[in-house]
């Protein structure tokens, strides 16, 4: 068996900075995506129906990307009609999917013995059959039977 290897003084060290850099780079990222996400709306909340970027949005995006390479993930400007949609659809997807269920009449839980009641006993009809299911607990309405 291999012993796990220990972390040498430099890789502490190391670590330690990795974690204090990007303390200060998360409050960095989080001040430059809230000014990306009030561009956003405020582009998106102008009169014009569809909205362009103008030469000062065009400015603003190049300093950010500048600034923030990732800050095309964030980036997003469309019509909150599509997004609303999107979000729809989503929510159809998923209560699609958490109501599946088998397809089909459920069966009943004496099904194979009525079968088998009515294949022993072929000149009883639903009425004896339902009798001696009731004999025996199980209730069942004739036309389940019939059927």
Do not use: C
């Not at 502490?12 to 990222?29: A, H, K, N, T």
């Not at 000062?56 to 949609?85: C, Q």
């Amino acid at each position: 068996m291999i012993a796990p290897r220990t972390p040498g003084v430099l890789e502490l060290l190391l670590l330690m900075l990795r974690g204090f850099l990007l303390g200060v780079r998360s409050r960095r990222d989080l001040v430059l995506g809230n000014l990306v996400l009030r561009h956003q709306l405020r582009v998106a909340l102008r009169a014009n129906p569809t909205p362009r970027l103008g030469r000062r949005d065009r400015i603003l995006r190049v300093w950010i990307d500048r600034l923030w390479p990732a800050s095309r993930r964030h980036l997003f400007i469309g019509r909150p009609e599509t997004v609303l949609r999107w979000h729809r659809q989503g929510w159809r997807l998923y209560w699609k999917w958490k109501s599946r269920g088998s397809i089909g009449r459920p069966r009943l839980p004496a099904e194979d013995l009525i079968a088998q009641i009515s294949r022993e006993n072929r000149l009883w009809g639903t009425e004896r059959i339902r009798g001696e299911l009731l004999k025996l607990g199980i209730v069942v309405s004739n036309p389940s039977i019939r059927r």
